[in-house]
């Protein structure tokens, strides 16, 4: 990345920061600490690249277009939500809401054109303002009634997990559902709708990895390259520090969790149009899967904040690493234990091999 | 004493056993002193005091549990502790040693001053020979300072060995037997009481000091008027003037509301009452934002919590402290393309004589008085009506310090009003001085200044 400080000057270990006086003198990084760096820096991608070559000699179908594709159709929903849980992370807050928002999104897109049979048009705009308006509640949760990003989003995430399921009394919804008045729903999944999950643009990349990439390019640009940006991670750093210099707190804390509850939203969209129902099940691992990307995030690069690019990149090392060992006939029910020795590896690699460059 | 980066803190760090020497001895009593750890070093009887007095204790306990809390932790304390039993022999100890503590108060209520008491009281507990004291009169009052000369002369009566950092040259004419001077990690000065400061200030910082700035006559445009200003409901009410081109200090012990009136000003705190005009407008400012888009900034006291980002996220770097205002301006589509940044970091490190690798260097390479003048850098990186600044000259040496005096003195536009506890810095940069105490304002006039 370009935006990468000079090796020399970032060889200090954080803690150097509450240090007095007179330790932080300019410190020259010797070649030893620089080849560490180097290291740490490229690790998760020069283990990515490693991972990718091995299951291609385990197998030569792993390299095939179709078999990326679904590696990356698989972290799509997940690397979509992800990147807006970095948003909150780098104000300095954490949107624990965004499983449930997803989840949610389902059912209300899935009900919106079974139960009232409203078209594409109608239910994408529909969704996505329930996932903003989510996300102002969020805010108004956390930035009015100062209840802790952690705890408010939490409580948000409990009570739509139970919304979602009060108007269809319990039930997944697809066409045919008896409503609680015994009479059935009619309405079908818009063949629009069903092309946002389905679609392929020439046949060959499919419309959830082209709205990830797209969100992905379009966010990194938001936090890296945007005085937005600066203002998100100053906020997230030193909000005391960001408000003396006149920046507008509230309405950027705001905004990220607005644009971490629509992108959730966004998510829930792509999953519905996918499976084409209403499943109340769907959308139950999003939200670890989604906070698991954006921590291995922080180790990619060695950045040790939330970046979006970390982020994306964290998503789809979980996705090659399950698509491999799927390959290799590993069972199902090993992933969840391979996320989490993923994350695990990350965080130390981020944390506290670090800590040793002093 | 010595500046910044002389090494007054790594000779405290090998003293007290956080690092090893790389050569040469201690004698320790007569005796070879080599410690391996910093609890060697205080078991071998070095007390040392950080600057830093947030770890002297934690809050939810007591001061008397904090006073006890090494022998809580030593191997052979008993299992059991009644609030009683601690309370009394945190009281005994305390007595010993001649300290007056607020026992029975949270940690966490307690101000600076009897934090470093605290402090001090742990330290000198376990039967020290030599106190190492770094910076303590950083955050306190005049009035708190002299309770803490008058205990260390209690413990220098009882024989005791103090060794006093300091760049208050105030506090080591007021202390010192002895004054060894420090500069790049060599004895620059080794000076005998009486103290002859300037030949101390003149050894500290390698070339003499510019005389104290003569006051120049205000005859600038009035920028600022506050009237009838109330900080508190049924607090005194507030008036002063502030010209363009003049430096205004304000002087007093913490507490006395200097903070707070430079925060009302700056849109940084509520007033309870009064006006303020600002160049003959109305000027009400509801946030730092509105006070910033009025030429009116604040750099808080405490650069850390007020001023910067941590340096390792973006945001972190010379030219990124500097813009974080002034982004807007800057870079109106929002992106941030150009070299508006860079250039802007590249004049102030020119024009302020800030040591740093570059605009790019991370802030926490930089020593304490280059920060400072980041901070500075900052908010005259784009031209104020009036720059308020709130105690900026802590942790900055004295060379540091004559650069940023020079600059505020060199901006001929802008009404500067400083807050600091330090009469001596106040004298050396302004040229009118108020005495702040009890939110009330009281100018000091030039016989007082020339008097004290």
């Known amino acids: 990345m370009s935006d990468e400080p000079a090796a020399e000057v970032d060889t200090l270990p954080p803690e150097t920061r509450m240090l007095p006086t007179e330790t932080r003198a300019p410190v020259a990084a010797s070649g030893w600490h620089t080849a560490n760096r180097r290291m740490r820096q490229s690790a998760l991608l020069l283990l990515l690249a490693a991972m990718v070559a091995g299951f291609a000699r385990a197998d030569a179908a792993f390299l095939h277009l179709a078999n990326l594709m679904s590696v990356l159709q698989s972290v799509s929903v997940v690397a979509i939500l992800a990147v807006g849980v970095t948003l909150t992370l780098a104000v300095g807050g954490f949107d624990l809401s965004i499983g449930a928002v997803a989840a949610s999104s389902v059912m209300a897109a899935s009900y919106a054109m079974v139960v009232w049979q409203w078209g594409a048009l109608a239910t994408v705009p529909m969704v996505l303002a329930f996932g903003a308006g989510v996300g102002l509640v969020n805010a108004a949760l956390i930035i009015w009634l100062r209840i802790p990003d952690l705890l408010a989003t939490l409580a948000m995430n409990f009570l739509l ?61 938001l936090t890296q390259h945007t005085r937005f940006g600066r203002l998100f991670y100053a906020i997230g750093g030193n909000e005391v520090a960001a408000r003396l210099a006149g920046a507008p707190t509230r309405a950027l804390r705001l905004c990220a969790y607005v644009i971490s509850g629509t992108l959730a939203s966004l998510g829930g969209l792509v999953v519905a149009a996918r499976v084409g129902r209403g499943d109340i099940s769907s959308g139950s691992s999003l939200l670890l899967d989604a906070v698991a990307a954006a921590l291995i995030g922080f180790a990619v690069l060695d950045r040790r904040y939330p970046n979006v690019f970390g982020t994306v990149v964290g998503a789809i090392f979980v996705g090659v690493l399950l698509n491999g060992l799927t390959m290799l006939n590993a069972p199902y029910y090993t992933q969840d234990f391979v996320k989490g020795a993923v994350l695990v590896g990350a965080l130390s690699l981020t944390f506290g091999l670090g800590r040793g460059r002093s | 004493m010595g500046a910044n980066g002389a090494g007054k803190s790594t000779l405290v760090n090998v003293l007290s056993g956080v690092y090893a020497p790389d050569a040469g001895r201690m004698l320790l009593r007569g005796r070879p002193f080599a410690p391996a750890s910093p609890a060697d070093a205080a078991r071998a009887g070095i007390a040392t005091v950080h600057q830093s007095t947030q770890l002297a204790g934690t809050p939810g306990l007591t001061v008397a549990d904090a006073l006890m809390l090494d022998r809580m932790v030593a191997a052979d304390a008993p299992l059991f502790l009644s609030r009683r039993s601690v309370r009394r022999a945190a009281a005994a100890l305390a007595a010993k040693a001649g300290f007056d503590l607020p026992l029975d108060r949270d940690f966490a209520e307690i101000g600076p001053a009897d934090r470093q008491m605290l402090a001090i009281a742990r330290a000198v507990s376990r039967e020290a020979a030599v106190l190492i004291l770094d910076e303590p009169t950083a955050s306190l009052s005049t009035r708190e300072a002299e309770r803490l000369f008058s205990v260390l002369e209690g413990l220098r009566a009882r024989g005791l060995a103090i060794i006093y950092i300091s760049h208050r040259s105030g506090d080591i004419a007021r202390l010192a037997d002895r004054a060894v001077v420090l500069r790049g990690g060599r004895i620059a000065a080794d000076l005998p009481r009486p103290i002859d400061l300037s030949a101390a200030m003149t050894a500290m910082i390698g070339r003499p000091l510019a005389a104290v700035s003569a006051p120049r006559r205000a005859d600038g445009e009035v920028v600022l008027e506050v009237r009838g200003l109330l900080l508190q409901a049924g607090g005194p009410p507030l008036d002063l003037t502030l010209r363009a081109g003049e430096v205004v200090a304000l002087t007093g012990p913490l507490g006395a509301g200097k ?43 405490d650069r850390h919590r007020s001023s910067f980002v941590p340096s390792d996220r973006p945001g972190g770097s010379v030219a990124e402290t500097i813009s974080l205002p002034h982004l807007r301006r800057w870079f109106p589509a929002g992106f941030l393309f150009g070299n508006r940044e860079r250039d802007a970091a590249t004049d102030a490190i020119a024009r302020l004589r800030i040591r740093a690798a570059g605009p790019r260097a991370r802030l926490a390479t930089l020593s304490g008085g280059n920060q400072q003048k980041v901070v500075l850098a900052r908010w005259q990186a784009e031209p104020a009506r009036v720059l308020l600044l709130d105690e900026p000259f802590q942790g900055v040496d004295v060379g540091a310090r004559a650069d940023i005096v020079a600059a505020l003195r060199a901006d001929s536009a802008t009404a500067i009003l400083v807050a600091t506890s330090d009469p001596e810095e106040a004298m050396q940069l302004a040229d009118r001085i108020f005495v702040m105490d009890g939110q009330r304002l009281i100018p000091w006039s030039q016989a007082d200044r020339f008097a004290a």
């Open chain 1, 161 to 221: 997990t139970g919304l979602q399921l009060i108007p269809t009394a319990g039930r997944s919804i697809a066409s045919g559902l008896i409503l609680s008045d015994g009479e059935s729903a009619n309405g079908v999944f818009d063949p629009g709708f069903l092309a946002i999950g389905r679609a392929r643009l020439w046949g060959v990349v499919p419309v959830p990895v082209l709205l990830m990439l797209g969100i992905a390019v379009v966010l990194h640009v």
């Open chain 2, 259 to 301: 903070s707070r009136l430079l925060a009302a000003i700056g849109g940084a705190a509520p007033i309870a009452g009064g006006a303020m005009a600002l160049c003959g407008r109305p000027f009400r400012p509801r946030s730092p934002r509105e006070a910033i888009a009025a030429g009116v900034v604040l750099a808080g006291p």
